[in-house]
């Protein structure tokens, strides 16, 4: 049944009269697809994105391909799902990247199946794009030992719980020759396409940066806009804090695998880790980043200890966080983008959990869909927290802040309640974007998430995802 306007629904109540409610239609998320300069993009890759048959529609493009074709193989760092179910691609990714030892040459990504909770077939379907991507670059990748190992990174979206119709993606594949990859925003806008699900817009951005002087490039692109709640981190390490979300992060800088996966877990933690569409951690949630060196000449790769590295670090947090903004802004019905900001906190962990929580509140979100300034709901969340000192209530503030500069409104004050003005709380919680800033009192450190809204679409889009 189509729609026609806003659907209209009626509050339930014990008290007074029943106000009548209007669903509010998510906006456009169109304007954040924009074109990107070629020059903005980094040297040495060559990509596309094809319809190979994994999706029905012939017009949607479904099989991303990325080669690196510098003269070296890239360095590598990826950081991966924790889930315990984690799917068939992000297994086959952690044994490439533990064998090549941080080295790699192509990413290849499906759309439409996921290959999780496929058992051995998945794992066979998912060794077999590894091996159908490495054919199409002549060098090989190879270990500490000197043995030719695979040197391309597999990813999967889609639905949990079905095979990959493997013969049609391994003749996109094969199908695919020189003149069919390109550098241009075109190629690179198709393999973006290639990554969507239920996104309603490719994620794709670029941008040019300084290290020493001179002058790389960054490009990447992700995809998700339901089943989000990233936590993801490199293969050793124990967890941290915590549709799908996959992307991957290119540059012509030159880094060291060990200093790019160190960049990138500090990154990460800051950008993808701190989102959240529906508090959701998916099987398949995968970053990866590809560092060539093609801009770098015969400079050595930056290492952890080099002057340069804090710079690196920074930049592609800055970049990740970027990227990891798109897919809120994306968020499956979303209608708002809010930052949520801890200050004050003992630790960088306090403040992330703090923040992640009040992202993840269902309570919160529904209210921001309703444009309702019920900040109880608020410090419900955050004072649910076990913090590594106790928050005492009385040093806590909670303010909304406007997103065009105007006058932010405090409606906590060291734990007072402030006679809130509702008309202006209204003018501010109408707008699409705008900030909830939670000060603890109980320190210096501080962390941001990125969240949205829960709407009625929302609901619709995964009450018939499979039909």
């Known amino acids: 049944m189509n729609r026609v306007g806003p659907s209209v629904w009626r509050r339930f109540s014990s008290t007074s009269s029943s106000p009548v409610f209007v669903a509010k239609p998510a906006p456009s998320k169109a304007r954040h697809h924009v074109q990107i300069p070629d020059t903005s993009f980094p040297y040495g890759y060559s990509l596309t994105g094809v319809h190979c048959g994994v999706k029905k529609n012939p017009s949607v493009l479904d099989l991303t391909v990325i080669l690196s074709t510098s003269s070296k193989p890239a360095s590598a760092a990826v950081c991966f799902t924790r889930n315990a179910f984690k799917a068939a691609p992000v297994l086959v990714c952690q044994d490439v990247l533990e064998k090549s030892a941080g080295r790699a040459h192509a990413i290849v990504t499906n759309s439409g199946c996921a290959n999780a909770v496929t058992g051995k077939q998945g794992l066979e379907d998912a060794w077999a794009m590894v091996k159908a991507t490495d054919t199409l670059l002549p060098k090989k990748i190879k270990s500490e030992a000197g043995e030719d190992v695979h040197g391309t990174f597999v990813m999967s979206t889609g639905v949990i719980g079905q095979n990959l119709p493997i013969a049609k993606i391994l003749s996109g594949i094969s199908s695919l020759v020189p003149s069919s990859l390109g550098s241009d925003f075109a ?229 007072e309640p402030e006679l809130v003005d509702e008309v202006r709380a209204k003018e501010i919680l109408s707008e699409e974007d705008f900030e909830i800033k939670v000060d603890l009192g109980l320190g210096g450190e501080s962390a941001q998430y990125w969240t949205c809204d829960f709407s009625y679409e929302y609901v619709r889009i995964n009450g018939d995802y499979r039909s």
């Open 187 to 415: 190629a690179w806008e198709r393999a973006a396409k290639a990554f969507m699900t239920t996104d309603t817009f490719p994620k794709l951005r670029a941008r040019t940066f300084s290290l020493g002087g001179q002058t790389f490039r960054m490009a990447g692109m992700d995809k998700g806009a339901g089943m989000i709640h990233p936590n993801m981190g490199p293969p050793t390490n124990p967890a941290q804090l915590h549709a799908t979300l996959l992307g991957c992060i290119l540059t012509d800088a030159a880094v060291s695998p060990k200093a790019l996966q160190s960049a990138l877990t500090y990154a990460v933690d800051r950008s993808f880790n701190s989102i959240s569409v529906d508090g959701e951690m998916s099987t398949n949630d995968t970053i990866v980043v590809l560092a060539n060196g093609a801009a770098a000449g015969e400079a050595k790769e930056i290492e952890e200890h080099d002057p340069l590295f804090p710079a690196f670090r920074e930049e592609l947090t800055s970049f990740a966080a970027e990227l990891a903004q798109l897919v809120v802004r994306d968020g499956e019905g979303a209608t708002k983008f809010v930052t949520v900001s801890v200050e004050g906190a003992p630790t960088f962990t306090d403040a992330h959990r703090v923040a992640s929580k009040i992202s993840t509140s269902a309570l919160v979100k529904t209210a921001l869909y309703g444009e309702d300034a019920n900040w109880g709901r608020i410090l419900a969340a955050t004072g649910s927290v076990p913090l590594s000192t106790p928050i005492d209530p009385y040093r806590v503030n909670v303010t909304f802040v406007p997103a065009d500069g105007s006058t932010p409104l405090p409606v906590l004050v060291r734990g």
